[in-house]
Each structure stands twice: as C-alpha cells, then as structure tokens.
C-alpha cells in the first residue's frame, strides 16, 4: 500500500516523479504528493486530496524546478484522506521532507516524548512522528542525516519504506526498509528510487532490491552505500528486470482490469512454458523436484494467502488432495500468525501472494521458518521479498497486474498449484499414467478454450446491465467450484459494491436460502463435471423461491440453460480445470455491472494493489 518514488539526476525531478506516481496509482489514491530541492537549495513540499492529476492541477502555478525529489500516492492508515495528512511530511524547522509507507506501531508513545520537548504535529500520521524523531535526534546530536535516519530507526516499531531530502543538500537522498518493499534503479548519473520498478523500467532495468532493516544513502555522482540500521555494511549485486513499458499500458483497453482479464489465455501459456514439455505429456517444476525429498515426505501441506489468492490455495487445497494423496489445510495468513498454530518441521508451508510483499504472508513464511517447516512461494514480482524469504517457489509471470481486483494473477496462481499438484503426484506415484497424461494434455489445451470464453464478453455485458439495481449477490458452487463462487463474489464487492456471499451450494438451506426473493440474483457454477445432479437441486430450490438464476454452464448443457434466467456456457474441461474457465465469465459480470454503474474498475474505494500493513 501506498507508492513512493524518488528521482536524483540531472534532468528535471518533477516530470519523472509525477509519471511514476500515476505508474505507481494502483497502490493508493487517497492523495498525493511531492518535494523536492529546487534550483535555489529551497525545499518545497506540495500535496492535494485525491488523486495524482488533482496535485498536478495543484502544482501548475508552483516553483518544480529541481533535478532531486521524492514523491508519494498515499492509501490512508493513520488520519483520514486530506490534504494535511498527505504525504511528504515536514519536519518542524522545514527542513526535512520524508515519505512512508508502512505504519510505525509505536507513533503515539514517540509522539508523546516528542510533544513534550516542544514539538508540535500538523497531521494524525504516524509518518509526521518519524520525521520529527529524525530531525530531533540531527539536532541532538549534531550528525549527517544519514546516520540520524539509523538511529531514529532503532526506535520504530512496525513497517516501513521511507524515503528523506534535505534543505540545502540537492545531492542526496537517505532510503530504508523493513517489511515494505522498495527498490533502488541505477541509471547513467542519476538514481532512482520506488516501491515496485514499474515506475524505474522506462529509464533503466537495472536495480537493487533493499532488505529488511537497510539504508541506503544515495549521493550524485556516488555508488549507492548500503548499511543496516545497526550500522553492518552491505554489499547488492545489481539485477536486471524482466519487464517492458508495454506491459504497463492499457494498450487500447477502457481500463487495466479488461485488458488484464483479455491477457489470461497468453500468460496462463507462459505460466506453463518449460514446465510442460512440447509433447504436451509431461511436467517437470524445479522448485518440486529440486526439493522433491521433501515433499515426499510431507505428512501435511499447508496453505497460507489473503483475499484472491486464499481463493486460489483453496483449489490448491482440493487438486493437491485428489492428485498427490497429502492432506492439505489452507490458512488465511492474518489469522495463522496470531493463533500459534501447530507447525513441524516435516510440514510444507505453501505462501501465495501476488505482489510478494504482502505482510501478513511474510508474517505467517517468518513464523513457519521458526518452526522448522519448508517453506514454497508463488509469486509473480521476481526480486519481491517472498521469493526472497522462501526455500524454494515458482513464479507465475503474468506480468504486471495493475489493476487492483485481482484477475491474470489468480488464474495463473490456480495454473502453478495444478502443476505443483500433478508434479508430486507423478513423483509419489498416486496418478496413474493415463489419467496424469491426460490432465497434462487438457491443461496445454485451457488457453485456448479461455480464448473461446472470452468471445461470451458481449453477451455477459448485455445482461449485466440487468443487474445494476441488485443490492445483493449470491454465488454457489460445489467441489472444486465453491472457490470459484467466492471469489467471483469478491470481485464483485470490490469493484462495483453490490454486497455479494459465496456459498458452498449445499450449505445454502443452512441459513441463506432465506434471502432468495425475487430481487436476489444467484449465480451458480454448475458444469456437468463433479455433484452436477446435487447443483442442479440447489437451482431448482433457488427459483422454487423466485430467485433470479445466471448459471455457468458447460457448452451444450441444455438442462441447466433451461431451468436458468440467464446462462454462460463454457467449453468442457475435466473438473479439476473448471476454476480456470468459469471464473472469467464471474470477472466479465463483475466487471460490466461496475462499468455500467459508473465505478472507478481500477481504482476502487478504499483498496489498493498490494497489501503492505496490517
């Protein structure tokens, strides 16, 4: 959550640092801001409410000259969205700007102290706390800004990626981590700095990811000098990104989030390349058979992921159990680090997370880690901090997901555990060979039977526009599908704020059948695969009830069409592969409902991209 960005060269700082926050807009947009040291040694700080074009409007009449600068998009922690708890935040003289994402748990006692020695708050952040604590102990003790930012950070309790300038010093720019992410891009004489390198990919690919408890102290005309908090020097080999500029344009798209749901066909083809041979018979995933001892003797796997990507763990759940014979438990992570679970050392602890960074999966890999357990990311952000906190993983390259209700990402992360799942199952012996084959031959095959889904995009636009007045949502499936219904009820929620529940079918006479009227629309996943005749009772009860009925169906299935007010037929698959087929027709409703209603797709309220804080 939030984005910082800094830039310290020899062009013009505020061009590049503006372009970076509207890159960097998917992780908040409750307001923006920028400093900067301009060509006077003045430091200038301007902030506005809103989004990044409202401080642009903001800026017009302003002194932005300068080639240094940090800036900041801000999703709000502490002190609600304004523009005095926008980011960057003065220090008391002025002479300090700094920029925060994460949150200092222990603010209010600092604050406390602070207040008591004279110093006086603008803002109700915590941000505001820290750069006075680093101003202070300057003063105090009378030394460079580098080492009053260590010092300061021994204090803090909590997370952060924090970026400072200085009054008077138009060379430098201090940086530090912990818990929230932040690279480094090193260009021809200039640097550049931000919390994820879609905004640095324009102007190099070279970069150093920061760790855990560092500063980084960057000078014109210097190499990048590295140190811990506790004043250990650090050495980083300088990586190169994997990533294009085209990849973070809506390349003809209304909105990311329609062109990340047109994506899926292409990167669910990249998620398999070199995992599934030419043949199309086989899988081989190295993280596994790298590690493949210790899979084979795992008594238990657990699954640890919040929001979509728990949804995904959930489908992990069932194809790991059905293929490779391992019990599976599948863990919110915010609540597995805080309950003090049973972990052994044999056990396997997978991590999902989108971006990497997400704080309550780092929480729940350090707490598995203690305890002996093997530890396996998937991911899509190569360099993020799970890759770099794991024993072992698979990347999901689908690229950039900028759009904040997840799409490409779940799809791609459902791909990799049914590769983890085939993988040990063919290592453990537990498929047989034709039905392994077979599975691996239907998989090659979904990329394009997601492209023939996608052509259902008109007519799921046509009957969404029905939809806008519901209030409420209701979402079913069985088996593999009840993952599938919450998660297409989640996108629903996100982004268009229908209030929506998914529901194992089944348990819908335990409580929300007594919802269903004839202004309730329910969406039900019935493919003629797994307890069809069962889905097809659960409908039946559904329009007993004058229940409006939308159900996704597969291609040709008259039965279900006809007991349906509305139906989306999607092509035949086996049942362990139905999630990666029907839930693009739940983005698609999800989607329109939202456009029609005039919602912001990409930048819903109160959400943001990665979830940083807890």
């Known amino acids: 959550m939030c984005g910082i960005v800094g830039y310290l060269g020899n062009k013009e700082a505020y061009p590049i640092l503006i372009k970076g926050l509207h890159r960097l807009e ?3 947009y409750d307001s923006a801001g920028v400093a900067l040291v301009n060509n006077n040694n003045e430091l200038k700080v301007y902030k506005a409410k809103g989004k990044v074009s409202d401080l642009e409007n903001f800026t017009k009449d302003k002194d932005i000259s300068g080639t240094i600068g940090i800036a900041h998009t801000r999703w709000a922690t502490h002190g609600e969205p304004n523009d005095v708890n926008a980011h960057p935040h003065y220090s008391q003289s002025n002479s300090l700007a700094l920029i925060h994402n994460g949150i200092i748990e222990n603010y209010a006692i600092i604050k406390e102290d602070l207040i008591k020695r004279g110093f006086k708050f603008q803002s109700d952040t915590d941000t505001e706390v820290l750069v006075q604590l680093i101003e202070y102990i300057k003063n105090k003790n009378n030394i460079k800004l580098s080492d009053a930012v260590q010092l300061a950070l021994t204090q803090a309790v909590g997370a952060y990626a924090i970026a400072v300038i200085e009054k008077g010093n138009p060379d430098q720019i201090v940086a530090a981590r912990k818990s929230s992410p932040l690279v480094i891009g090193i260009g021809d004489d200039e640097f550049f700095l931000a919390s994820d390198a879609t905004p640095i990919i324009e102007y190099t690919n070279r970069v150093i990811y920061l760790d855990d408890e560092e500063v980084a102290v960057i000078k014109r005309g210097k190499e990048v000098k590295i140190k811990t908090i506790s004043n250990v020097v650090k050495t980083h080999e300088i990586k190169e990104l994997e990533l294009s500029l085209n990849e973070l344009e809506k390349g003809g798209f209304p909105h990311f989030m329609l062109k990340e749901i047109y994506e899926q066909p292409k990167r669910i083809a990249e998620a398999m390349r070199g995992r599934i041979n030419v043949e199309g018979n086989t899988v081989s995933l190295a993280g596994i058979i790298d590690n493949k001892e210790r899979f084979l003797e795992a008594k238990r796997i657990l699954i640890v992921a919040c929001g979509t990507s728990w949804h995904a763990g959930l489908i992990g759940e069932y194809l790991i159990e059905e293929l490779a014979r391992i019990p599976v438990e599948v863990e919110y992570a915010s609540e597995f680090r805080y309950r003090n679970p049973v972990i052994n050392k044999g056990d396997i602890v997978i991590a999902i997370s989108q971006s990497g960074e997400t704080a309550d999966t780092l929480a729940a890999i350090e707490l598995a880690r203690k305890n002996g357990a093997f530890v396996y990311g998937i991911c ?4 993020s ?7 072992s993983g698979s990347y999901t390259h689908v690229g950039p997901e900028i759009g904040v209700a997840s799409t490409k990402a779940f799809t791609a992360q459902v791909t990799v555990l049914s590769l983890i799942a085939m993988t040990i199952a063919k290592l453990k012996n537990t498929i047989e060979p034709c039905h392994f084959e077979c599975l691996v031959k239907e998989l090659s095959l979904i990329p394009e039977k997601m492209k023939k889904t996608l052509e ?13 007045y519901a209030k409420n949502f209701i979402y079913l499936g069985r088996g593999y599908n009840y993952p599938v219904a919450l998660e297409g009820a989640l996108k629903l929620k996100e982004i268009s704020y229908i209030h929506a529940e998914g529901y194992p079918a089944a348990e819908m006479k335990h409580g929300p059948i007594a919802l269903i009227d004839a ?9 003629n695969k797994g307890m069809y005749e069962k889905t097809i009772s659960n409908i039946q009860e559904v329009k007993a009830r004058k229940g409006k009925v939308i159900s996704i169906i597969t291609e040709g299935d008259e039965t279900v069409k006809k007991l349906s007010d509305y139906s989306i037929e999607i092509p035949e698959t086996e049942e362990c592969f139905v999630p990666l087929l029907a839930s693009i027709p739940l983005q698609l409703l999800a989607y329109h409902i939202a456009v029609v209603k005039g919602c912001n797709v990409d930048q819903p309220r109160n959400l943001a991209k990665s979830v940083t804080v807890e």
């Open 380 to 383: 899509n952000v190569v360099g």
């Open 385 to 391: 901090s799970i890759p770099r906190n794991t024993d």
């Open 456 to 468: 259902l995009n008109e007519k799921i636009y046509e009957f969404a526009r029905i939809f806008t």
């Open 26 to 28: 998917y992780r908040g």
């Open 519 to 527: 202004e309730m629309p329910v969406v039900v996943i019935a493919p």
